[in-house]
C-alpha cells in the first residue's frame, strides 16, 4: 500500500481497512482507539464535572491540560497544549507526511 499519512492516529485509522480490526469510536469527536483503556481514558476527557474556562475568551475546556495551550503555530496562530501536537499540526502547512504505511494492498 503506497498511502502516507502526516498524523500518526490517520495511519492507526487506515490501518484498520488492512487488519479490518473494530476500533473503540468517541461518539463526540472523531478520535479512534484500538484499545478499551485508552477509549475509558479518552471519554473522562468529555465529562469532566469542573470544566476550565479562559477568562480572554470564555472557552470552555475539559481539563487544565488543554486549558494551557501554550504552543502555538507561527503560520496560523493555532495554539496546542503539547509541542508534538503543534509540531504535527505544522504538517498540514508543510505536506510532510511521515507515516507511510506499509501493508499490501487488499
Not at 8 to 29: A, E, F, G, M, N
Not at 34 to 52: A, G, S, V
Amino acid at each position: 500500500c503506497d498511502k502516507a499519512f502526516s498524523r500518526k492516529h490517520h495511519l492507526v485509522r487506515h490501518l484498520l481497512i488492512h487488519t479490518r480490526d473494530k476500533p473503540y469510536k468517541c461518539s463526540k469527536c472523531d478520535n479512534i482507539f484500538l484499545n478499551k483503556k485508552d477509549f475509558q481514558n479518552h471519554l473522562k476527557t468529555h465529562i469532566m464535572e469542573t470544566p476550565y474556562k479562559c477568562s480572554k475568551s470564555f472557552k470552555v475546556f475539559s481539563n487544565s491540560y488543554q486549558w494551557k495551550k501554550q504552543y502555538t503555530c507561527s503560520q496560523c496562530e493555532k495554539d496546542f497544549s503539547q509541542n508534538s501536537a503543534l509540531i504535527s499540526h505544522m504538517r498540514t502547512h508543510t505536506g510532510e507526511k511521515p507515516y507511510q504505511c506499509s501493508q499490501s494492498d487488499p
